[in-house]
């Protein structure tokens, strides 16, 4: 019986992603796992994966084109099949509508319920798809589109490999123009030339360079503005002494070494603060106007940077999960992520956060709340500083400095820091990481 596969989710405020790259092709047979398609959002490329096994009978959206969550995008049943969208509860609007909806830019996709804006509306990725009304006669994906324009190439000129000799990104990366050919682009800005960075002007001298913000940076800038402006930020410092945990970290690893496994301190923190939150069940929640919700998972999002931006990948149940297969399983998700290859699962369902910059040399730093998470746990670098052991005495001890940042809607400053000592005492005396 044929199945409709769907456009994933990456992230809960992820309203589409584009359909970079087909891995099957109509006709294929498929295994359950199996990678069918490439999907990139704001944050990273994910891999879907067939979730049965069968024939890809038919596929919905081109390479190029931005989907909305949801949206079917193929469909997997028996060789031989016969597709009935209809019976699939697929609404069957002709050959143009489904590829406009498809096609349709980040902006219309979000103003869905209200006017769509001219270029949303205007049928030329409808054209695209079945060659009528073509803007200057040219079927391209929206990227291919954006891609061509920054670089002043003429799609004229570019040889399309998509489906129809439709133009998709590789072919506008790939083109090298004639210079006879080549569509002249607009005049640099002359040094001197003043622009508007918010409300303040600033002059763009010979040495600056003026380049798009990326899709992922714009996207953090969004999140971080809404979060400080929506949720009122209270901040709690403290001093950890990390001497026995490195010590039984070390211990650990020895033990594992064999089976390729090497707990971090970043991992001990994350099932600290699991254990902690299981305690403080107040943080481990999220707010929603005239109610709370107080999460049944402890799942812990854990900050990676990547070369344009971060991304969030989510220990899910971490106050249950034992530390090898936690350290395993962060690995494997971190390593996804820096790849690009990330996973659906690998980062949905966050109700906490840590951001860890232990490894940046960092004595102290405090971070923004991931929305809709209440607090999130600042990490600096453990280090080697002068301390008073218990007998009054000036030696030299580990000490790592973390900063909590917590939703004065959710909870306030006693219980973030009865929260905070309880994460310290779990690090302090690591054996209970283990019970």
């Known amino acids: 019986m044929a199945e409709l596969i769907n456009m994933p989710k990456l992230g809960f405020d992820m309203k589409e992603g584009q359909l970079i790259n087909w891995s099957k092709q109509v006709g294929d047979p ?168 918010g409300a303040t002007p600033v002059v763009v001298g010979p040495d600056d360079e003026v380049i798009p913000t990326p899709r992922m940076r714009a996207r953090i800038g969004q999140r971080m503005v809404e979060a400080k402006l929506q949720a009122p930020h209270f901040y709690i410092t403290t001093s950890i002494d990390m001497g026995a945990a490195l010590s039984l970290r070390k211990e650990i690893n020895e033990k594992l070494e064999a089976k390729g496994i090497k707990v971090s301190v970043n991992d001990m923190a994350v099932k600290a603060a699991a254990l902690a939150l299981v ?77 860890n910059l232990g490894a940046w040399d960092v004595e102290h730093f405090a971070a923004i709340i991931n929305p809709p998470s209440a607090a999130i746990l600042a990490l600096a670098t453990a280090q080697q500083v002068p301390v008073v052991d218990e007998n009054g005495e000036i030696v030299v001890g580990w000490q790592m400095k973390a900063t909590l940042s917590g939703d004065h809607r959710v909870t306030d400053g006693a219980e973030g820091a009865a929260f905070l000592q309880e994460f310290k005492q779990i690090l302090e005396d690591p054996i209970r990481l283990l019970v």
């Open 30 to 197: 498929v295994e359950k796992g199996d990678i069918l398609a490439e999907i990139e959002s704001d944050k990273a490329t994910i891999e879907v994966e067939a979730f049965t096994s069968g024939t890809l009978l038919e596929v919905l959206v081109h390479e190029g084109d931005w989907v909305p969550i949801g949206a079917p995008i193929a469909v997997i049943g028996e060789a031989g099949e016969k597709v009935d969208l209809a019976a699939l509860g697929v609404e069957e609007k002709g050959e143009a509508e489904p590829a406009a909806v498809a096609d349709a830019p980040a902006s219309a996709v979000d103003a869905k319920a209200s006017a769509p804006e001219p270029e949303a509306a205007a049928p030329t990725m409808a054209a695209d798809t079945n060659g009528k009304g073509l803007p200057g006669g040219v079927r391209a994906s929206p990227l291919a589109r954006r891609i061509a324009e920054d670089r002043g190439i003429d799609l004229k000129q570019v040889p399309g490999s998509g489906p129809m000799g439709r133009v998709v990104r590789d072919d506008v990366e790939s083109f090298t123009p004639s210079k006879a050919l080549t569509t002249p682009s607009a005049p640099a800005a002359p040094a001197g030339t003043p622009i508007t960075i």
């Open 279 to 355: 305690e403080y069940p107040n943080l481990n929640a999220a707010f929603n106007g005239d109610t709370i919700v107080k999460r049944g998972h402890v799942n812990i999002g854990i900050a990676v940077a990547l070369d344009d931006g971060l991304i969030n990948v989510v220990s899910k149940d971490a106050d249950r999960a034992s530390l090898s297969a936690m350290a395993a399983n962060h690995r494997d998700m971190i390593l996804r992520a820096r790849e690009g290859k990330i996973r659906p699962e690998d980062v949905e369902g966050e109700t906490f956060a840590i951001s």
